[in-house]
């Protein structure tokens, strides 16, 4: 079969298996090119197959020797469909971790039930004993309450007033102005219920009351704050709220870990280009402005630049972690620089468009867009039939 991409909104219906590969290569390429850290050894990540978690995993395996366990929720190819990109992407992961000889294995389920918790633990009991460092990187627009059975959807909303902005489709490049009409409460509490910390806490509290938990652990969420043009929708927005949830989190599982020693942190990322947040209006606007400045600056970094500098600049560092006023760890600190966010404001109030092909990074947006589903790469052949055979070693 050959692969192209197939659009539809702001998803892309196909994902190539030797893309993918290309992809997680490179990234493993890049984590060895920086030197070893003094890292994690035995790593739990959940939401590890896509974006800053499949970064993580990464990182931690071929940066730090780590043996690592991952969790996602992915489809597997079927006939005449191909898989979604994850799946792909843990596929390539799990093959190079074996070629590494390093421990791997995976489990493709619904993260936040009982089942796969109580399946996830059972094995890090059986293989691995206890885990040092667990990453939290879920992101769903929809949880299932494991103890009441409901149905929760996050949406992405301002609070209180209609918020109006500029928005780009990034298919097309048509800059317009976008009105979101404010949340109901409801939302909030689905909105928080999925991307909150509950879930992550209640994660730690039965990996804990497992003894799953080595003395010393660290377990590291990841969280968004961005600049006062995005603040309505994102930050001070629905997701922001579940964001705050999330950091005020950290704290209750730092106090739950104290038996062990263990420590929860939140790091506050950089805005990139995921499926994630592809989905979210004005978003995508904004990231094409600030990769032009960043990239211009020569400070632009991406998933994986990210985590490798958060796991050798701040997490496994001797002495104290960084972390700012609220106890957060900062690597959306070159984002959030004086100076990019000024320039991105200019650039703000002049994109349309006619002027965004000049002044925004679009084509570095709809590049990693393809990107992300394993398209676009160099050195591969998209013209070459592919195998949508794909199975995951490891998986269980
Ligand atoms: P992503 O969409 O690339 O990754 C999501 C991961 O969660 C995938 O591995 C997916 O399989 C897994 N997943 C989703 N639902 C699941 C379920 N029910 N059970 C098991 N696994 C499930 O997203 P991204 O962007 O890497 O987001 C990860 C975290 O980073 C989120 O908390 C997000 O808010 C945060 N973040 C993202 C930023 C961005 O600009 N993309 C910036 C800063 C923080
Ligand atoms: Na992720």
Redesign the pocket.
Known sequence: MIIEPRMRGFICLTSHTKGCEQSVLNQIDFVKSKGEIDGPKKVLV?????????ASRITSAFGSNAATIG????KAPQAGKTASP?WYNSAAFQQEAKKAGLYAKSIN????SDE?KAKTIALIKEDLGQIDLVIY????PV?VHPKTGVTHRSVLKPIGQTYTNKTVDFHTGVVSEISIAPCTDEDIDNTVAV?GGEDWQMWMDELLKAGAIADGAKTV????IGPSLTEAVYRKGTIGKA?DHLEATAFKITESLKSVNGEAYVS??????????SAIPV?PLYISLLYKVMKEKGIHEG?IEQIQRLFAERLYTSGEIATDEAGRIRI?DWEMREDVQNAVAELWSKASTETLPELGDLAGYKSDFLNLFGFGFDGIDYLADVNEQTEIEGLQ
Do not use: P, W
């Open positions: 959940i939401g590890a197959s896509t974006g800053f978690g499949l969790v996602f929720f992915e994850g389920g619904d993260a936040f796969i990187s879920l992101a769903s949880r991307m969420a990841y969280s968004y964001k506050v990322n950089k805005a990139l280009v995921t499926q994630a947040s978003i998933c959306d």
